[in-house]
């Protein structure tokens, strides 16, 4: 566990899961699964189709409650955390949070509307910055799946928190896109923050960590 | 790195609202919905049984309390559907303001959306159903405190029966029977109108329905929204 005097704050685990365990329709999805997430580290969580990659995210992200084990965060219990917690974490999960009927702003403005306030020469920007130029103000259902998983990418451009939780977020990406997304992660993880993301993509990154999911959990 | 206090909660429930408002907006047909619900059902009365004035005037005010709760509880099913399937309401969850508020700033959206527009409504129906002035002012005015009842008790369904695939039926059971004592109250204060007795106690009845309502269901939905959430 964290030592006084011999772990830098750097290197106190963010996120740390002890012996998690869950049940899902009756089937074990996985258990005893421990693991820490440390500032400045991309973690993938692995394993095939149903293997409850997106329900082990969902549950670091506190949205889904049938699990046992113990999550801490920054060393304390969750539970009394809960707040702190939502203050510097973000989730994308593998629906995107964009509403067909808004405008790419309009829907930036609202996601962050409830987390720090931001200009909307900002927002503006960030939709540029994922390839969304010429579309800022045309409603998202004329978008193809692609452009808009971009809208909803385009918060990693101006998100803070210091841990990002992604689920899935290269689906419908074209080649490129998914490229710039693995700079980001890489230029995230230097700045100190940390990843964790699911995906079926080989991810091109060095010191990447990774969570096995399947028949044997193991970190 | 983010540590700091972040967005004030107030601000937080205003671009809630804000946001509903505007999807609702650019969606009218969906919004007109409910209100020509009301306005059929009050009309088809006349002509279904009796154009009679008399029936009309004992009748009236029952019907439209009745054709009001219908119409909110046909447009409760969107309140959180369509932001449960797009990913929005997951959002909604994580943000760090107190979920309850956001809640019902959602739930004031809802009642800005479809029983405000009834209540505004309701003097034209009134002087279509022989209502007479007094009748039609506390009509009103019993709609304008027992509406946003019906929308807040409705977001504990829906969000109750929000993983659910067809969650129609289960919502108007699980609802009708707390929608009840509005109903009664709602329609008594306009019978003892026209009858020329006092309503301020019919009235301190349903503002104290509000009041409970207003404190107390935005709990009870966030809750039903978070078992919802745990099993989509």
């Known amino acids: 566990m964290h030592r006084p005097g011999y772990g830098a704050l750097m290197s106190e685990p963010l996120l740390q899961a002890v012996d998690l365990q869950c049940e899902r329709d009756d089937r074990l999805l996985f258990r005893n699964l421990s693991f820490s997430i440390l500032p400045g580290t991309i973690t993938r969580v692995e394993g095939p189709n149903g293997s409850g990659k997106t329900t082990l995210l969902r549950i670091l992200a506190g949205l889904n409650d049938a699990w046992s084990g113990e999550l801490s965060w920054r060393g304390r219990p969750m539970q009394g955390q809960r707040e702190d917690f939502l203050h510097n974490m973000l989730y994308l999960g593998h629906r995107p949070g964009i509403k067909s009927l808004l405008t790419p702003v309009e829907n930036l403005h609202a996601l962050m509307a409830g987390r720090q306030p931001v200009a909307e020469g900002v927002l503006r920007q960030a939709l540029k910055g994922t390839g969304l130029a010429g579309f800022e103000d045309v409603p998202c259902r004329n978008l193809s799946a692609g452009q808009q998983r971009r809208v909803a990418l385009a918060r990693l451009l101006i998100a803070n928190e210091p841990l990002w939780l992604l689920d899935e977020v290269f689906t419908a990406i074209d080649a490129s896109g998914v490229a710039a997304i693995e700079a980001l992660l890489q230029q995230r993880a230097a700045e100190g923050g940390a990843v964790v993301v699911t995906t079926h993509h080989n991810l091109q990154l060095p010191d990447l960590q990774s969570i096995v999911l399947g028949e044997r959990a193991a970190l | ?232």
Request: charged letters at 10%; aromatic letters at 8%; one cysteine or more.
């Open chain 2, 1 to 232: 790195m983010n540590t700091g206090p972040g967005v004030g909660t107030f601000h937080a429930m205003k671009a809630v609202f804000t946001r509903d408002l505007k999807v609702a907006f650019r969606q009218r047909q969906d919004l007109l919905n409910p209100l020509l619900f009301f306005v059929i059902v009050v009309t088809l009365f006349p002509l279904g049984v009796s154009p009679e004035v008399s029936f009309l005037q004992e009748a009236g005010a029952g019907i439209l309390w009745v054709a009001a709760l219908l119409s909110v509880l046909l447009s409760l099913d969107h309140l959180f559907r369509h932001d449960f399937d797009d990913g929005t309401l997951e959002q909604l969850v994580l943000q760090p303001q107190p979920l309850f508020l956001l809640v019902l700033a959602k739930t004031l959206a809802h009642w800005v959306l479809t029983g405000l527009p009834l209540v505004l409504l309701t003097p034209v129906l009134g002087v279509m159903v022989h209502l007479n002035g007094n009748s039609i002012a506390v009509l009103c005015l019993t709609l304008l405190i027992g509406t946003p009842v019906l929308s807040l008790i409705g977001s504990i369904g829906a969000a109750l029966t929000l993983g659910l695939r067809s969650a129609g039926v289960l919502l108007s059971l699980l609802i009708i029977p707390l929608y009840i004592p509005v109903l009664i109250f709602g329609t008594g204060s306009v019978a003892a109108a026209t009858d020329g007795a006092s309503v301020s106690a019919y009235l301190a009845l349903m503002a104290a329905f509000l009041a409970l309502a207003v404190t107390l269901a935005p709990f009870a939905a966030t809750a039903a929204l978070k078992i919802s959430l745990s099993n989509g």
